[in-house]
């Protein structure tokens, strides 16, 4: 991993500055130390079109290997839903209508203000 990057709390600020660069909406944290054994953070973020989801997951799958990660991507052929797997950090990525279907934040009791960020 990067110098720079030494906990899943420096990953999951790495990769919250990498989606709020590529113009990522409503990008919300879900802590889940002693909730889950999956990961320590989720992060779930919206992109306006199936092809800014995409250029979005490929950014942040790219950034990862960059520091010398090896994540895991799925979901890119259609590009509603896709989940780049960090091992500590799973992000969620999707079209806001799939999205609201899904509602991920419900799931963990997080409520979404519209169009803002938050961490929980």
């Not at 890119?76 to 797997?85: F, H, K, S, T």
């Not at 279907?101 to 938050?118: C, D, T």
């Amino acid at each position: 991993m990067s110098s720079m990057i030494e906990s899943p709390a420096d990953l999951k600020e790495f990769i919250i500055k990498l989606l709020d660069d590529k113009k990522a909406e409503q990008i919300v944290t879900i802590d889940l130390k002693g909730k889950s054994s999956i990961a320590d953070f989720l992060l779930i973020a919206s992109g306006n079109s199936a092809r800014q989801v995409g250029a979005l997951a490929d950014s942040v799958y790219r950034e990862l290997k960059g520091i010398g990660l090896k994540p895991k991507i799925e979901g890119m052929p259609q590009c509603d839903w896709v989940i780049v797997d960090a091992g500590d950090i799973v992000v969620h990525l999707f079209r806001p209508e799939v999205r609201s279907f899904y509602n991920l934040e419900k799931m963990w009791g997080v409520e979404v203000p519209p169009s803002s960020s938050l961490s929980v």
